[in-house]
């Protein structure tokens, strides 16, 4: 996980590129990332379709995109060899049961992709592919939302724990 330091001099900037490509230059060995997430998902496991409305919407948010100052897993340009700009959530936050596998379906397919995407990881993940059947009943809903959950954040937690990255953010 990322040092998070505040850009208080212009030196910071030199600081932390020099830091971070020594990182880069140590490797991430046998891991998939060269860091780990700053960001995981927290939420309840899902048991209904309320339950899974909300943590599909939350998996959504942490593997797709910025907010809030942080950036979604998909994008953070730390962890990764380079960003992925291909395998973008593009359905809209669930509201519903229909939405939520809408959602969740997408969110399967699409971080498929993200784990074994030429040029994005230092190593390729075979390892948290999520095999569970597309969701199109409530029960088929909380068996894929929960396992979109563990396998994204422990996708996102293999990396090295020697040493950590510098985000800087703004003073």
């Not at 899902?46 to 998996?59: F, K, M, P, R, Y």
């Amino acid at each position: 996980m990322a040092t998070i330091l505040r850009r208080t001099s212009p030196e910071m900037s030199q600081i932390s590129a020099s830091h971070n490509a020594l990182c880069r230059r140590i490797g991430a060995d046998a891991k998939f990332h060269i860091d780990a997430s700053e960001v995981v998902v927290v939420g309840a496991d899902c048991t209904n379709t309320a339950t899974g409305i909300v943590l599909v919407n939350e998996c959504k948010r942490v593997y797709n995109g910025v907010t809030g100052g942080w950036v979604g897993h998909r994008l953070d340009d730390l962890a990764h060899v380079a960003t992925d700009a291909t395998n973008a959530i593009t359905y809209a936050d669930a509201t519903s049961l229909a939405t939520a596998y809408l959602l969740a379906n997408q969110l399967k397919s699409k971080f498929n992709t993200h784990l074994s995407q030429s040029g994005k990881h230092y190593n390729n993940d075979s390892t948290n592919t999520v095999d569970s059947v597309d969701a199109d009943s409530e029960g088929k809903l909380v068996t894929l939302v929960n396992e979109i959950k563990a396998d994204l954040n422990a996708h996102m937690a293999d990396a090295p724990t020697e040493a950590a990255m510098i985000r800087l953010v703004s003073a």
